[in-house]
């Protein structure tokens, strides 16, 4: 399983970025994906999570309304997409990409080496 996420960078505040995972060695359409964010001495924080068909998305309150998830199972693409509007200071983390797979009882999370996001001046 390999993620690698691009489109980090330094932003002001109010600006936007758009953040992309390619995902490889799985069957992306088969796993729920999830963007999750890590602030310099912070626990991470998941940010957004999408469903196998994208017929559902999830949000916590904090980024709900500004954040976007989305996601491309083409067969040649596994893309997974994190458009991020209206961006604050406190949104400044590190930001991975993560598979959940599903095996009988069990889940396995796989992660991406992640992109910085820095919101500021």
């Known amino acids: 399983v390999q993620l690698v996420e691009s489109g980090g960078g330094v932003v002001q505040p109010g600006g936007s970025l758009r953040l992309s995972c390619v995902a490889s060695?799985?069957?992306?359409?088969?796993?729920?994906m999830s963007w999750v964010r890590q602030a310099p001495g912070m626990a991470p924080e998941w940010v957004a999570g999408?469903?196998?068909?994208?017929?559902?998305?999830?949000?916590p309150d904090s980024v709900k309304g500004r954040f976007t998830i989305s996601r491309d199972n083409a067969k040649n693409t596994a893309n997974l997409h994190l458009q991020m509007n209206s961006l604050k200071p406190e949104d400044t983390a590190v930001y991975y990409c993560?598979?959940?797979?599903?095996?009988?009882?069990?889940?396995?999370?796989?992660w991406g080496q992640g992109t910085q996001v820095t919101v500021g001046t």
């Open positions: 993560k598979a959940t797979e599903t095996l009988g009882r069990k889940t396995y999370d796989y």
């Open positions: 060695g799985f069957i992306f359409s088969d796993e729920r």
């Open positions: 999408i469903n196998r068909r994208s017929t559902s998305s999830y949000y």
